[in-house]
C-alpha cells in the first residue's frame, strides 16, 4: 500500500495546495515521523493502519511531505486539492488546522501560511470593494484615511455615541467606526444607535463638504440576525459595516458575503481575539493565515497591526500581513514564512491600522504603510485636552504635514490643536 507521505524529490503542482507548519515533535519522536502523522491526520489517514484505505484511493490523493528543515522545524505539505470542498474556508481549516492541534504526537504546531491553486479560488468572488472601491466611496484618491474608534468602549446610550462620532467627523475624519464589544446592549441598542449616527453623518457631511462614513458592528449571535443588522443598516441609509471575525466565525463571514452580493455594503474587518490563535510563533495560525482567508472570503479591509500602537506585532510580519492583502502576486520568502501566493482577479482589501495609536505617530506610519492604510485613532482622539474635535484635526494636521513634507513642530506652531497633541503626546 503507498502510505509513505515523505518525498523530498516531489515538487508541487500548480495544482496542489502548499502549507507550510512549524512543528515541534514530542519526545522521542523525530521530525520526520511527526510530519508522516501530521500529513495523514490532515487529509486520508488516522493513528492506525487501516483496511479501508485501499492503494487507490493513497496513490491519488495522498499528501507529499516534499519539504523539511530540521534546524527551523519546519515542513512543507502538498495536499491534492480534491480532498477539499471548493468554496468553504470551514472545511478547509477543518483539514490543515484541524485534529492535527490536538495531537499527542506533536508539542507544538504552527500552521505559517498557505498557497491556495487558482482552482480552489474560484468560487470565491474576494471582496466586493475592496481599497479602490473604499477610496472611490469617500472621494480621496491617494492620502491615507483617517478613522475613529468611539470611546469609550461601551457606555454610552444612543445620542452620546452619535455626538462623539459627529465630532469626530467634524474635526476631519473620514470614517467613525463602533468597537469591537459594541453590538446591540440595553443602553445602546443596534437601530437607534444606526439611525442617529447617520443622521450625524448626514450633518457632518453638509457642513464639511467631505464625504464621511460609519462602520456599524453587525456582529450578532446568529446569522440570521446578523443579516438582519446588515439589512437595516442599509435600509438606513449606510453603506458600511463591520464584523468580528474570528468571534463570528468564517460560515458567518462566508453567508454575509453572500449576501453582500445584493446589499453592496463596504465590509470592515476587526480582527479582535485573533491573538488567540496567532501571537504564539510555535503554536496556532499566523496572522498571514488569517488575512488570507478574509481576502478570499471577500471583505473589503482588514486590521493588520500597527507597529508603533499598543498593539502586538513586529514590523516585518505587519508588513507581511500588509502585502497580503494589497498585492497581486505574493512572492515567496521562507526567512518571513511567506508562500507564493496569485490573487489574479481577487481585488486588494484595504489594510488598517488601529491600536494605540496618536496624531504624533502618523509620520511613522506613512513611513511604514505609505498612502494605502487606513489610520485609526480611538484614545488618540478623544483624550485630546480640548476634546473630540480639536483631536481629529490635530489628526487631519499632522497627516497634512507629513503629505507636505513639514516637520510636526513647524506645524504646530500654525496649528492649536496640533501644538496641544504635542504637549500631550509630545
Avoid at 55 to 68: C, E, G, N, Q, S
Avoid at 108 to 129: A, C, E, H, Y
Wanted: positive net charge.
Amino acid at each position: 500500500m503507498i502510505k509513505e507521505y515523505i518525498d523530498l524529490n516531489y515538487r508541487p503542482t500548480k495544482k496542489d495546495l502548499v502549507c507550510e507548519y512549524y512543528l515541534e515533535p514530542a519526545k522521542g519522536l523525530s521530525l520526520e515521523e511527526a510530519a508522516t502523522h501530521l500529513a495523514g491526520e490532515s487529509s486520508i489517514d488516522t493513528w492506525t493502519d487501516i483496511l479501508t484505505l485501499s492503494p487507490t484511493i493513497a496513490k491519488r490523493l495522498k499528501p507529499h511531505v516534499f519539504f523539511i528543515d530540521n534546524e527551523r522545524n519546519t515542513i512543507k505539505v502538498a495536499y491534492n486539492p480534491e480532498v477539499f470542498e471548493y468554496g468553504s474556508v470551514p472545511q478547509l481549516l477543518s483539514s490543515i488546522a484541524g485534529n492535527i492541534f490536538s495531537m499527542k504526537l506533536l508539542e507544538n504546531l504552527r500552521l505559517q501560511d498557505v498557497t491556495i491553486p487558482q482552482s480552489m479560488i474560484k468560487p470565491f468572488r474576494g471582496p466586493k470593494f475592496g481599497l479602490q472601491g473604499v477610496r472611490k466611496a469617500l472621494k480621496v484618491k491617494k492620502r491615507p484615511l483617517v478613522g475613529t474608534i468611539v470611546k469609550p468602549k461601551v457606555g454610552l446610550n444612543s445620542e452620546q455615541h452619535a455626538k462623539v462620532a459627529y465630532e469626530a467627523w467634524l474635526g476631519g475624519c473620514d470614517i467613525v467606526k463602533d468597537d469591537e464589544n459594541l453590538t446591540s446592549q440595553k443602553f445602546n441598542p443596534y437601530e437607534k444607535r444606526v439611525r442617529l449616527t447617520l443622521k450625524a453623518k448626514e450633518k457632518a457631511e453638509r457642513e464639511t463638504g467631505e464625504r464621511k462614513e460609519y462602520m456599524c458592528n453587525v456582529t450578532a449571535p446568529t446569522c440570521d440576525e446578523m443579516l438582519r443588522r446588515a439589512k437595516l443598516a442599509k435600509k438606513l441609509g449606510s453603506e458600511y459595516i463591520m464584523i468580528d471575525i474570528i468571534p463570528v466565525g468564517w460560515t458567518a463571514l462566508q453567508t454575509l458575503r453572500e449576501a453582500n452580493e445584493d446589499l453592496k455594503l463596504i465590509i470592515h474587518a476587526h480582527r479582535c481575539m485573533h491573538s488567540a490563535l496567532t501571537r504564539n510563533k510555535k503554536h496556532g495560525l499566523s496572522m498571514l493565515m488569517v488575512a488570507k482567508l478574509t481576502r478570499l472570503v471577500g471583505l473589503d479591509q482588514l486590521h493588520v497591526g500597527t507597529v508603533v500602537g499598543k498593539m502586538h506585532g513586529e514590523k516585518p510580519e505587519v508588513l507581511c500581513v500588509r502585502d497580503e492583502c494589497v498585492l497581486k502576486h505574493v512572492k515567496e520568502d521562507y526567512s518571513s514564512n511567506v508562500l507564493e501566493q496569485e490573487w489574479q482577479s481577487i481585488k486588494p482589501m484595504f489594510p488598517v491600522a488601529s491600536g494605540g495609536l496618536q496624531p504624533l505617530m502618523i509620520p511613522q506610519l506613512v513611513e511604514i504603510f505609505g498612502n494605502d492604510i487606513i489610520m485609526q485613532f480611538g484614545g488618540g482622539i478623544h483624550a485630546h485636552p480640548l476634546g473630540t474635535v480639536a483631536g481629529a484635526k490635530a489628526c487631519r494636521q499632522a497627516l497634512d504635514a507629513v503629505i507636505n513634507n513639514i516637520p510636526l513642530q513647524e506645524a504646530a506652531k500654525r496649528h492649536r490643536e496640533l501644538a496641544e497633541a504635542m504637549k500631550k503626546w509630545g
